[in-house]
């Protein structure tokens, strides 16, 4: 889902709203996770995939990610950047530039250290960018739930805890940070940066519900 350029006719825009409420309508959510490792890539299905309302597909390469994208339609993918042969980065680069794709939601979930061109290049393509952190599983759970339109009340026990529990720590962290902010500049505990140049729907309402561990690129 993206964003339309004017000048649109209503024909357009009755099209696009059709889009989105069947979008989030329909019952099982598709999730790609291109992971090399084979134990992280378990792990990452294991927290996404739990529950009835999403279906994971998990690969270890960009090659065999765009034979999958080709094949199938996903609603969200989560993308590693480290990956043999055709990079992360390459990956992104020609997803987003495609057609077909370019309005596919994409997480960035890495250890990879960035530097400042690598970061440039992601605010041009990325939803969001999670750094491999302690931590950083629950932050990719809370954002894979947000772009896929999953009720958070539905979700499996585990998960929704494991979400509320990001979102108190969320909100106390906020409030000390204001509390504090005349005094010294907060700790900071960002694992997340989330771009502002692929406008979505999911991305504007996140903004508008504010994140405090998210830094908006």
Not at 43 to 61: K, N, P, W
Not at 166 to 186: I, K, N, R
Request: hydrophobic content about 35%.
């Amino acid at each position: 889902m993206g964003c339309l350029e004017k000048p649109v006719t209503p024909e357009t825009v009755d099209a696009v709203l059709g889009d989105m409420v069947s979008f989030i309508d329909r019952p099982v959510k598709n999730l790609l996770v291109v992971e090399d490792d084979e134990r992280e890539r378990a792990a990452i299905t294991e927290l996404l995939g739990a529950g009835d309302d999403v279906l994971v597909t998990a690969v270890g390469s960009s090659e065999e990610a765009m034979a999958q994208l080709e094949g199938k339609k996903f609603d969200c993918m989560v993308l590693d950047l480290k990956l043999p042969g055709t990079t992360g980065f390459a990956l992104l680069e020609t997803v987003k530039k495609s057609e077909r794709f370019r309005d596919l939601p994409v997480i960035v979930y890495t250890g990879t250290e960035l530097t400042r061109r690598d970061e440039t290049r992601l605010k041009k393509y990325a939803e969001t960018v999670i750094l491999k952190t302690v931590g950083s599983p629950e932050r990719l759970l809370d954002e894979t739930t947000l772009f896929l339109h999953r009720v958070e009340a539905t979700l499996p026990a585990e998960q929704r805890r494991i979400i509320e529990e990001l979102h108190t720590t969320d909100a106390v962290l906020q409030t000390t940070t204001s509390a504090t902010s005349s005094l010294s500049p907060a700790p900071s505990r960002a694992t997340a940066w989330r771009c502002s140049s692929p406008r979505t729907a999911e991305t504007a309402s996140r903004c508008s519900r504010g994140t405090p561990t998210s830094t908006w690129c």
